[in-house]
């Protein structure tokens, strides 16, 4: 006879005994647990609270009685079992961390925990605030209550047994440190940086004292204050972090000749460190204060004065020159201010100069004025005339620097400035900003194609700009070939404007005529052992303008304008106009009036540097060749519809003829670009070419 706890299993199969193991056992994990506490009950099961019940231990116990290994234990087990039946306990496994949780949750219940002395800060003085003790669970009792109870298979029903915990810091324990924080508090912490000097109340640091309990293994406590140091730290970085901060400022660097110098120092960017301001500020207020000299993280800049050789620029690459005399006072303002902005830009290794980018916007704020313009088909005034000065000069010093040119602009039109001192035309580079919106601007850049920085050099002595470039050593070789010239385009007829604000009596010529004209300058750029880098063709197209008088309202029809005025013969394709002497008497064909011309253009188009196949080239007697893919049409079809040899195309159809043949590169449709109508110049862009 064999019993389990208190269920008999002797004479039942496996399955029942399990059975009936297994009902036992949850009955016993559904016992209730209830404790009383005034008019308070608490209950829970003994599942709940951490028990369970392994009857599959039990039940194999149980089949092992009489199944022993040796025939005397077997005799044994048997004969015991026979005579006073075999018992066998419940095995049975408890989790002491459920039981604690449920207790803690009547700690809280009961409401009387114990409470440690604490200091309290107040107004800059610190007080005690004494300890207080609780009630709570007597843990160790109802543990054994739950134990005894189970060893009757049953639950407990009790009142609940409580104890008084004692507050582990006594007021008594806090004197010492009373004494510690009173004498923090008598003094403030000065945070020092550089030329400033902060003062920081002790009563502001006061509100990041941590008070901290400390319990050991025994049960005892200890008690200790400080600040809390990652709260301290992001107040210290709100209030000082905005003062403190500092960007890094590149150097300003020159050439003296020589080498590379810093014409200003640069300046390492500061950051502060407030994690380590926060632990020095600790020290300091539980100290005896004094100042602090904040923490930084440093950042050098990127132009940094004092590493200059890591930038790599060691040689004069290329240089520009042009000359601006006879210049109106206004232009020479505007080509002054423009190459001291310029001066210093710094290109970086693969990156792109672009000149909008070095001056920025060209407004009155940075010392620009009104000055002369190419502004549409006309010349007129605005606002930085004569900058292009200063982007022509920075042009041919990138242009003999062999450097690849990404977007290049040549003016619209034939402008003298720029081909004195010996320049020869085709090498001027024209900028736009026709709005605010950097987006719209036509500007001038090129390409740094080496992996160390160059230099942008830029000043004036009154009479001419100069620009030189410095950077790495390159070694290349650069061949110029040109200027190798178009076909022409008749000059427009002459013009009269009144201006309602001009002084009475005014006539003046604010726009002297000049005919149209195409050219070429050729660059081939090859590296120090001769091999080919870069070949590309600058073409320019200068348009065709015409005389126009600025008349006062009094003068109107004043003009010394001559409607049977003849044109001088136009120049043949391939030669310069200003070189060319006629041969023959001037044409017959008088010039046509306002109401029977209307404008049309070509826009220029940027180009890119393209392979040598691409190019046109130059024939002794033609002047041009027609490749399947020419920038050049052939001279024997003509640019111009021109009835009668009279330079001007009917009114009904466009100024201009497609050549038959372009690459795609610098030729676009025909647009009409606006035209005359009485005294008013009508243009559908109104977009404005800084001359």
Not at 97 to 103: C, G, H, I, T, V
């Amino acid at each position: 006879n064999v019993t389990v706890a208190d269920v008999a299993l002797g004479g039942l199969p496996m399955n029942e005994a399990a059975t009936a193991l297994e009902a036992r056992g949850n009955a016993i994990e559904a016992s209730a647990v209830t404790f009383t506490h005034g008019d308070n009950s608490w209950s829970a099961t003994l599942s709940d609270i951490g028990v369970a019940i392994d009857e599959q231990a039990a039940l194999e116990a149980a089949e092992a009685i009489g199944r022993e290994q040796s025939a005397g234990d077997r005799l044994r087990s048997t004969f015991r079992t026979t005579r006073n039946g075999s018992f066998v306990s419940l095995p049975m496994t408890f989790d002491n961390a459920k039981l604690d949780r449920w207790l803690d949750q009547i700690d809280q219940e009961l409401g009387v925990p114990p409470r440690n002395a604490e200091l309290r800060i107040e107004g800059g003085t610190v007080s005690i605030v004494p300890e207080v003790d609780g009630e709570v669970v007597d843990r160790a009792a109802v543990l054994a209550m739950v134990t005894v109870n189970l060893q009757r298979l049953g639950g407990t029903t009790a009142e609940l047994p409580v104890t008084t915990k004692v507050a582990t810091v006594r007021a008594s324990d806090l004197e010492s440190v009373k004494a510690t924080l009173t004498s923090a508090l008598s003094h403030p912490v000065q945070v020092t940086f550089e030329r400033s000097v902060w003062t920081i109340p002790a009563a502001e640091i006061a509100r990041f004292v941590d008070q901290t309990v400390t319990t050991n293994v025994q049960g005892g406590a200890s008690f200790t204050i400080g600040l809390n140091h990652d709260e301290l730290a992001a107040w210290l970085e709100e209030r000082f972090g905005d003062e403190i901060q500092r960007d890094p400022v590149n150097a300003e660097v020159g050439w003296n000749g020589e080498r590379l110098v810093s014409v200003k120092e640069s300046v390492d960017g500061v950051a502060l460190d407030a994690p380590k301001l926060a632990t020095a500020v600790e020290q300091a207020f539980f100290g005896s204060g004094g100042n602090i000299v904040a923490p930084v993280d440093t950042t050098s800049p990127e132009i940094d004065s004092k590493n200059l050789g890591a930038l790599g620029i060691t040689t004069l690459l290329g240089s520009g020159q042009s000359n601006y005399s006879g210049s109106s006072d206004g232009r020479a303002t505007n080509v002054a201010v423009g190459a001291s902005l310029l001066n210093g830009t710094l290109i970086p290794p693969h990156g792109v100069f672009s000149f909008n980018d070095s001056i920025g916007l060209i407004d009155e704020e940075k010392g620009f004025v009104e000055a002369q313009v190419i502004d549409g088909e006309k010349i007129g005034k605005d606002i930085g005339g004569g900058i292009c000065q200063v982007s022509t000069t920075v042009f041919r010093a990138a242009f003999l620097a062999g450097m690849p040119i990404t977007e290049w602009w040549p003016h619209r039109f034939r402008i003298g400035f720029y081909e004195l001192d010996g320049w020869e035309p085709g090498l001027d580079a024209s900028i736009l900003q026709p709005t605010d919106d950097p987006a719209t601007w036509a500007d001038f850049k090129f390409e740094n194609p080496s992996d160390k920085w160059m230099l942008v050099e830029s000043w004036t002595d009154g009479v001419n700009v100069w620009v030189n470039l410095y950077g790495a050593d390159l070694g290349y070789d650069v061949e110029v070939t040109g200027p190798s010239w178009g076909s022409k385009s008749q000059m427009l007829p002459p013009q009269e404007i009144v201006d309602d604000e001009a002084a009475p009596g005014t006539v003046t010529l604010s726009q002297a005529a000049g005919i149209g004209e195409e050219l070429n300058q050729y660059r081939v750029v090859k590296d120090r052992e001769g091999r080919l880098l870069w070949e590309r063709s600058f073409y320019t197209k200068y348009f065709p303008r015409g005389d126009i008088w600025k008349v006062s309202k009094d003068m109107k029809g004043q003009a010394p304008i001559d409607p049977n005025a003849k044109f001088p013969p136009l120049p043949p394709a391939g030669v310069d106009s200003k070189t060319w002497t006629p041969g023959q008497e001037l044409s017959s064909i008088a010039a046509p009036t306002t109401e029977t011309w209307i404008s049309g253009e070509l826009q220029p188009q940027p180009v890119a540097e393209v392979a040598p196949e691409q190019e046109w080239t130059e024939t002794a007697d033609a002047g041009w060749t027609d490749p399947a893919s020419a920038e050049w049409t052939d001279t024997t079809t003509a640019e111009w519809t021109d009835p009668a040899d009279s330079g001007w195309s009917d009114t009904t159809s466009t100024e201009w003829t497609t050549p038959t043949e372009d690459n795609g590169m610098n030729w676009a449709p025909p647009v009409d670009d606006g035209s005359w109508t009485g005294d008013t110049w009508v243009a559908p862009d109104g977009s404005a070419q800084s001359g």
